[in-house]
């Protein structure tokens, strides 16, 4: 059995101008480290062999600390690097936000993901994921991503639709484990803050 390991993390600019909903935050101001020291201590119960980053900076940082407490150095995510995710680089958060309709949304009919309108991303992230998990049978991998991929991931392996967006929960630096058992995902923890002492 594998077992993937999805780490969002922790406050990006976007939830720190109030862009995008997530759980108040004690110290939203705290620098990334921070947060990635208290995810490894948490990722050290677990003998993980592989650290993947999404490519996205926040998740590339933090892959990058958290990979190097585990003795690992870190991935980029297969199959994510022509994600469509180049499109916000270096681009403020208001200008982010004019791009976005989500916050407006009134009601799953008409909420509209943070990456709609990319050329398949939902596809792209479903088979990176599908073949990391081909490619690491029996090993413990993690994957860091920020908010709206971790999501996707999630939605992915628990085989629920688009529109059930907001009902997954993903706050600032959140694990959650998976367990594929004869190729069927299982949910074992989902949204796990508990190593986040002092930071939400």
């Not at 077992?3 to 997530?22: A, D, M, Q, W």
């Not at 650290?51 to 870190?74: F, R």
């Not at 199959?79 to 916000?88: I, K, M, Q, T, V």
């Amino acid at each position: 059995m594998s077992k993937i390991l999805i780490v969002n993390t922790g406050p990006t600019e976007f939830e720190r101008h109030g862009l995008y909903p997530s759980a108040e935050s004690k110290d939203t101001e705290a620098p990334m480290s921070r947060w990635a020291q208290a995810v490894a201590g948490r990722l050290a119960d677990y003998q993980v062999i592989a650290v993947y980053a999404c490519p996205m900076p926040e998740a590339v940082e933090m892959a990058g600390i958290i990979a190097g407490s585990l003795g690992l150095k870190p991935v980029k995510m297969p199959g994510l690097e022509r994600a469509g995710l180049e499109h916000w680089k270096g681009l403020r958060p208001e200008e982010i936000s004019a791009m976005d309709d989500c916050s407006g949304a009134a009601g799953h009919d008409a909420f509209k993901l943070p990456f709609q309108g990319m050329d398949g991303l939902e596809q792209k992230v479903a088979a990176s994921l599908d073949n990391l998990a081909a490619s690491h049978k029996k090993e413990t991998v993690a994957v860091i991503s920020h908010r709206a991929l971790s999501v996707i991931m999630i939605l992915h392996l628990l085989n629920m639709q688009e529109k059930h967006y907001r009902q997954i929960a993903q706050d600032p630096g959140a694990i959650n484990l998976f367990e594929v058992r004869a190729g069927m995902p299982s949910a074992l923890i989902i949204n796990d803050t508990c190593h986040l002492d002092g930071l939400i």
